[in-house]
């Protein structure tokens, strides 16, 4: 027969009792110890260049540069693919593209892998308030609308497109005084400077919306997991003037747009993103040229102005010393390097993104890190910084080492790997499947890439850029003796990673 409590308690020992009330004060004082769950606060940016998110760079981005003086910064991040929907899916599952069989924008990784968690879902299964605002999850071409079982509230301006991001004011619309870009971005001119409040374009109302959410977190009293997804610096390059008036465009960094000799054609796209449909494509004008990247630079700088609110709101809440916060970009972007626009390469401008987490107690605040990570990383990184449990299968590593210390990589991080099929948008060709794919590794010094046949596996073509010599990928080495062991090496790293696999 089972005794209720109280009477197990009246009969209990003196010496019973006391033994319960220590450990009850024991307990509690370890609570206590542990202190409250950290927050996290996730935030994103869209087709942003890493080294122009660094201190020092030529644009102007003062709220990410106080960011990553309290952060350490991985100067060597890359995505898993070079696009939206194929990168965002996997840094935000822990997956690879290959794992969930995504590789375009217009599949939902849930209509492949209905049972997948995601990183604000495992948050918010281990007694977190998920937030989204902007931008997280791909935001077009597919049926379903960001990931609602990810979140404990509706997401917020996350399902939208590029090309519907006009001015909302009220009145009339001041004209645009930029030069005008090579076409229209869907409802935008590619160019267009217009003297409007922030909050006339998406990003604007993503910091304000954000700002709000974070006054809810704060009366919640509750850990939670925010994820700001901001839709700049992608295309249309149609900042407020203001952000443009902040460069001088005849002092922006010189563009070189020469292809890297002996580079195989497969390696390229047709940037249909910022130039159009190819058999509509003009010739750019040298001012057409500097004005989209002029455009660019504009951006980021708007960008930044409301990452910088969304922070001093976090501040003002009294919310960060106790909170996590991640900064990365999606992908990389050319802007006319290699004679590219866009993304959607195994190039090193469009593979390499920013990546920067700050947070309690951690012993390289400020540093700066080497060693090649993937957006892999992030989610057991986060979970392992917030002590929570990881979910079976994550193919990244956690970055918990390296951001207490280690600054080497450690022995399972020794390369970062990025793909992309041809045609660079193959749902949108007629038989909707790639005929190539590319598949590249980076290592401490070299990249190395191999363009196989999607049905039969064959390598068709390869590439190797020497990072030691040629940062800016110049020159296809495939062939240079002098470089045959690092090829070799490379080649073996690739091959581990992508085995050789025919598709039917």
């Not at 991985?74 to 995505?79: N, S």
């Not at 902040?246 to 747009?257: E, F, G, H």
């Not at 040229?289 to 002029?294: G, N, P, S």
């Not at 992908?331 to 990546?355: C, M, R």
Request: with cysteine; glycine share 6%; charged share 25%.
């Amino acid at each position: 027969m089972t005794l209720p409590f109280h009477t197990l308690l009246r009969r209990s020992t003196p010496l019973l009792l006391l033994s319960l009330l220590l450990l009850c004060v024991t307990s509690l004082h370890a609570a206590a110890a542990a202190g409250p769950k950290k927050n996290v606060l996730f935030i994103m940016a869209d087709d942003f260049r890493p080294e122009l998110a660094t201190y020092g760079s030529p644009a102007i981005t003062p709220n990410l540069d106080k960011l990553a003086a309290r952060s350490v910064q991985f100067d060597r991040a890359y995505c898993q693919q070079a696009v939206c929907n194929p990168s965002r899916s996997s840094m935000l599952t822990g997956l690879r593209p290959d794992t969930l069989r995504i590789w375009n924008n217009g599949t939902h990784f849930r209509e492949l892998n209905p049972e997948v968690t995601t990183l604000p879902k495992w948050f918010m299964e281990h007694g977190y308030t998920s937030r989204c605002v902007g931008k997280i999850f791909h935001n077009w071409h597919t049926e379903m609308h960001g990931d609602p079982s990810s979140w404990s509230a509706p997401e917020f301006l996350h399902y939208a497109n590029h090309g519907d991001d006009t001015p909302q004011v009220t009145g009339e619309v001041p004209p645009n005084t930029a030069v005008p870009g090579p076409r229209n971005y869907g409802n935008v001119n590619v160019c267009e400077k217009r003297d409007v409040p922030d909050e006339a374009y998406y990003d604007g109302r993503v910091a304000a919306e954000a700002v709000r959410v974070l006054t809810e977190l704060k009366k919640e009293d509750k850990p939670f997991f925010l994820a700001v997804g901001f839709w700049k610096p992608h295309a249309p390059f149609n900042a407020p003037k203001k952000y443009w008036d902040l460069y001088d465009k005849s002092k922006l960094p010189t563009l070189n747009p020469a292809r890297p000799a002996g580079a195989p054609e497969v390696a390229f796209h047709d940037s249909r993103e910022i130039l159009g449909p190819p058999k509509e494509q003009k010739p750019l004008t040298p001012e057409q040229v500097l004005e989209m990247r002029h455009g660019y630079f504009a951006n980021i700088s708007y960008m930044d102005a409301q990452l910088g609110k969304v922070l001093e709101a976090l501040k003002a809440q009294g919310l960060e010393e106790n909170t996590v916060i991640t900064f990365a970009g999606d992908h990389g972007y050319h802007i006319g390097e290699h004679t590219q626009w866009g993304k959607t390469s195994n190039f090193e401008y469009d593979a390499q993104v920013p990546l920067m987490i700050s947070g309690p107690k951690l012993e390289l605040t400020g540093k700066r890190y080497t060693s090649p990570v993937e957006l892999l990383d992030v989610f057991p990184t986060l979970v392992d910084l917030c002590e929570l449990p990881k979910p079976p299968g994550l193919e990244g590593v956690s970055l918990v080492p390296a951001l207490n210390g280690w600054l080497d990589a450690p022995p399972s991080k020794l390369d970062a790997f990025t793909q992309h099929p041809r045609p660079a948008y193959y749902d949108r060709e007629p038989d909707k499947q790639p005929k190539s794919m590319g598949v590249s590794v980076r290592t401490a010094t070299v990249r190395y890439t191999e363009w196989r046949d999607w049905k039969t596996g064959e390598v068709i073509a390869r590439e190797l850029y020497d990072h030691t010599k040629d940062p800016q990928e110049l020159r296809n080495a495939i062939d240079d003796p002098s470089l045959a062991e690092q090829r070799e090496t490379a080649a073996a790293a690739l091959l581990k990673q992508f085995p050789i696999t025919p598709h039917p």
